[in-house]
């Protein structure tokens, strides 16, 4: 881990660790709709092109099945590629390419060929945007076998999973909160440091309750919990999932309130409930709740802080596992 | 049995008013001048929509917006050839599009601003709403010209998309199918030199994006999408050809982007001053301007009207949007399914 | 309901239900790959393009975004067209079509165009095939407020399963298990009635236990039940969830087994796991147990049979409920 | 300001070997005469192994197979002219491609029997495994011609596929994205009339699928098919035009599958015997054998020792795949990651 640390925000953390990847392995290169010239239209790529060329940083056609394929295809010829998805709402498209053969050709070819390809792209509700423009569908891919799925909640680990995703051997979603881009600051090394994608982080311990959260919702479960003796953990990655993170502290505290922002039915905390009632239940005081977005489309701005998960609602959850 | 030659195609392009206001005579489309007048007052009134939207956007009234500033000519060029029977299927860009069919102008700002409801079209018209994934709506019109086809109705279908959608799956599908059903569907294509960031060059290889029709058997045709009567000429005989059981057609109006993407973008990090100012000769309105004063349907005066007549009509329309009464927390659930599920109904006991 | 009924396989039936259906309301249309002059590549539509003609029995190009896409439009326009997928594996490419239009034009119009549209898809393991016809991915489909999802268990329950999708006014997913294709006849009767969309079905009633399952995997779990006083619900429809049926079993027997053929991880299991767990926690006696596929890429052919749940692995999970 | 042509094209179709082994000798590639025997026995041995592979299936020892028989030439053409370092991009029907290129034999039936280690190819080859969903092994081949291009190597990637793969949303993204960067790589189409039951009129309303790359700025050509030497000469020229920095090509090889689709399919459902028949006339291998037979490249003794020498290897080789030890299960959880989650460890406890 090197000397020095800048005070940072997500944006800067995700460039700085494409950045620092990109100069130590020349096989690393990065692929999406405007992420060249005009350095993402979040500016998580900005400066990439002028440092690496128009042959690392490579602004594609509009088609986002071809950007997810073309890495396919790049990465089992030996590159390292991380295709930016422009929002999440856009990867519908590529859930073929990755379902079929991001996720599949290391077994198809009993390890002949893999896939270490990363596919970034900005998730959730957070910026007042149009339709598809704030989805939360991690679910999705965590259903997949062959595919993990990562989501950083903070700058600093944001920087330490992207670099352990890049160097992972198989395809990684990265899932990049929107509304945390430029939320928070905080104190993140130059140089290399990686964060492991098979840990979960307990960011704060506690006696009475867990809560599971993961990117943005993670700070409001943070405010949620405040008058709780709450253990909170960060899930990072949630797939595969870090489950013994998940069962030491439900022994514990014996009551789980999952928070996320995808809609409820199957959304993530499904699967998060699901375990812990398979593996654990016999340490529960408490049903297992879930505080999550509602089972309908997503609205548009005008109705959209209706739709996610409130510090309120979190918090009445939680007195509600209080009462057992 | 040496290399032959077995098949050839000519792309071709049309352009009937040039940047001085004179006109091909030979090429004219029969319009009388009142309906050129209206196309002129749409012209107006579709910009200065688009620039009370920028302000808003700016006062913080309104969400990120999708100028439409230089492609008014082929927008209300081709919306001027709809008939109000013909299904309509929009990218995210075409308010004059919205505008020239007479879509309520209150609700194009009410969406704008994030409500739904600005997208429930009124009943005597057939404008699906803005489709936000590019060239997503392509398949759309295909299977509603495939409906008009089936049902014998006197109609065809019409879908707008920039030239970035030309590089989507859906587009390539959606074409080919047309092609091979033969279908009552008009495909309009304003290539206007961008999709965001990536120049028309690096969106694809091909000279032309018309050419691309041919891949799938059917006409396409290059047209100057900054001269209106280029414009309404071209898609007036795609819409009857199509109406009349002859197919589709592709026409790639020849435009340019004179904002940034969005009200999110800047696009000077990415394309120069010089190129923009050099489009800026090729403006679509001045040009039909002079050919009406040389023909004696444009005086000051009624420049004047026209532009306080459509000042009116927005600003009219931005107070209706915003004294709209706010949508209730419950609306979100309501229009999911045809019926609330008994999971809904718990979820919303929340409000 | 129609006096006649033959015994029919679930083939039959399904086409039964499509011929009666077309005949009825010309609205009703089928596209897809093969539809037309080969009958379906499993003959679910024989004999329905000699009958209505090539108009409405469209063989499309091979291309399955625009199947589904044009579908949307079909069904915005006035249509109730019956897509087919040749394969589950092959619905992937129109996840976007599915997920970002088909879902939600009814909520983006505010109910001014609706999409009742049926896309039928074979699914699951069951006729010795290749790679990506085999899948079993329903709980991708049940993550999307605005779909519907369905998977009919015999040819009685596929007849009036298909005509209430076909008259729903949104889009249904209706999934045919290729293993129960032709694996069992039943009493089918000529004529119409429907079998409700949001009925979950108790197939045999019993105290110990509350086993759930749907589509191939209930054959498996009735020869494992065999032994034990359980009660089987079939759930018909995934989504939306019969969850009344579910609690009113679950309060009654305080053990739960779920079984589905996909991997473990975000399956539908863990749906019904965290509903339980949640709503009904206080009166289980086990912990709920899953018993699914695992969580690997899907094998070929020679290992698929260890893939699956077993006759013998559900019973073993079952009996370690009734341990408790 | 008229109505003008701004583009134009012309689609060529190459020919050389007719159905009576005559060949022109204007276009007749430089192939010495052992290379010309190594190809004939190819074509031999590619269709003796289409031929045991259907009985097996017939037997029950081999699962659902899709016959080659008709397209030998397409398939070994194409192959014969790759070298060992380019990358190969099969769909699911070019066993011809994969015995040219050397892919042990054996592998092939072991991947046919349902047995996923068929398809761990040799180290010394670069061949992907069959594609199951059509169209979408093309932008894996574009991606590795980045690659290529990025590394500076001298290869190429070649992609195979078949008409109806032309309908794909994958096929246009990848053939625009191969477009825009001139990347090395060479599509080859085999064009065999069929798509399980639609025909190809049905497919595509364009004339030929060679002119399909014309809408993304690169050649396209029609060659027959059925010609071993047109096929090689076209797919040569297109390598090592790739090899060479100066872009992509499309090769539409206008053949015919003569089977069902596959083992599953009864074609008679949907085509004419007329039709096969008439294309039987243009099967590929005789015309190969009047051509060497006419410059005393074959004899009839020759053709018995090919066909033995075919019939040994594939009885070798099906011997092989079938002696091989049956996977364990615990196989399935192998590969699916670089590393076993803790999940998957619990679950093999079932083993
Ligand atoms: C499938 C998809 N990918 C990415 C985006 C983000 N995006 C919005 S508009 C746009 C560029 C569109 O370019 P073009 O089709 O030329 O239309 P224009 O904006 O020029 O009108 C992009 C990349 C999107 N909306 N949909
Ligand atoms: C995406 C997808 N849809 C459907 C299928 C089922 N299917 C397998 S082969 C085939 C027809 C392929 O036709 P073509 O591309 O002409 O290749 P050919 O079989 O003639 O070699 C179909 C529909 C598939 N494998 N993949
Ligand atoms: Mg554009
Ligand atoms: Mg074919």
Known sequence: ?324 | MPERIIESFNIKRLDILDENGNEDESLMPSLSDSEIKRIYELLILSRTFDHHALSLQREGRMGTYASILGQEASQIGSAFAIERSDWIFPSFREMGVYITMGYPIHMLFQYWSGDERGMKCPDDLNIFPLCVPVGTQVPHAVGAAMAVKYKKDKAAAICYFGDGGTSKGDFHEGFNMAGVFKLPVVFICQNNQWAISVPREKQTASKTLAQKAFAYGFEGIQVDGNDVFAVYKATKEALDKARDGNGPTFIECFTYRMSDHTTADDATRYRSKEEVEAWKARDPVPRLKLFMEGNGLWTGQYQKEVEEKSRDMIDEAVKMAESIEPQNPKDMFAYTYGKLTSRQLRQMRDF
């Open chain 1, 1 to 324: 881990m090197s000397q020095n640390s800048k005070k940072l925000n997500m944006v800067q953390a995700i460039n700085l660790a494409l950045k620092e990847e990109m100069q130590r392995d020349s096989s690393v290169v990065i692929l999406g709709e405007d992420v060249g010239r005009d350095g993402g239209v979040f500016r998580v790529t900005e400066d990439l092109l002028e440092l690496f060329g128009d042959e690392r940083v490579i602004d594609t056609p509009l088609a986002e099945s071809v950007i997810v394929g073309a890495a396919i295809g790049m990465a089992a010829y030996g590159l390292k590629p991380v295709a930016e998805i422009q929002f999440m709402g856009f990867i519908y498209p590529t859930i073929d390419q990755i379902f079929s053969h991001a996720s599949r050709i290391r077994n198809r070819t009993r390890g002949r060929f893999t896939c270490p390809m990363v596919v970034r792209t900005p998730y959730g509700v957070g910026i007042k945007a149009p339709d598809l423009h704030s989805e939360s569908t991690e679910a999705l891919f965590c259903h997949m076998p062959g595919v993990k799925v990562v989501v950083p909640s903070s700058p600093y680990n944001a920087k330490g999973l992207l670099i352990s995703s890049i160097r992972d051997p198989d395809p990684v979603i990265f899932l990049e909160s929107t509304r945390l881009y430029r939320l928070i600051k905080e104190d993140v090394p130059e140089g290399e440091y990686t964060v492991p994608l098979d840990k979960a982080r307990i960011v704060q311990e506690g006696k009475d309750v867990t809560v599971i959260a993961w990117g943005s919702m993670l700070h409001r479960t943070l405010q949620a919990v405040e008058e709780f003796d709450a253990e909170v953990i960060d899930l990072m990655t949630l797939s595969p999932l870090d489950e013994e993170t998940i069962f030491k502290s439900v022994k514990k505290t014996g009551r789980v309130v999952i928070v996320h922002e995808a809609p409820k039915t199957c959304g993530f905390g499904a699967e998060l409930s699901a375990t812990i009632a398979e593996d654990a239940m016999l340490y529960l005081k408490a049903p297992l709740i879930r505080v999550t977005g509602y089972d309908i489309v997503m609205p548009l701005p005008k109705l959209e802080d209706y739709y996610m998960p409130t510090v309120e609602r979190i918090k009445k959850r939680i007195e509600e596992a209080m009462k057992y």
